[in-house]
């Protein structure tokens, strides 16, 4: 196989787009999105007032807090995995 050959099939290959196959799984049209989505955001804004509580005022306090957002947090994975 020749610099030129050799070339020509590398050009082909980087000009043609990979398939996507392997994130068909993550594109969810469930019913649930939305509600997912939405504890997913409380899950993230409890967790970031709760590590910035931890480290600035109370840890108890804090604790507390990322204790209830892990709770969003687990009814979004039962919702994922169930698929409900």
Known sequence: MTDEELNKNVEEAMAKRPSRHNLEPFRDSSRTRVLRLWLNVIFMVGAIAGL???????????????????VFKFVELFLRIFKI
Request: neutral net charge; aromatic residues 16%; without cysteine.
């Open 52 to 70: 910035i509580i931890y480290f600035n005022v109370d840890h108890n306090m804090a604790k507390w807090i990322l204790l209830v957002s892990l």
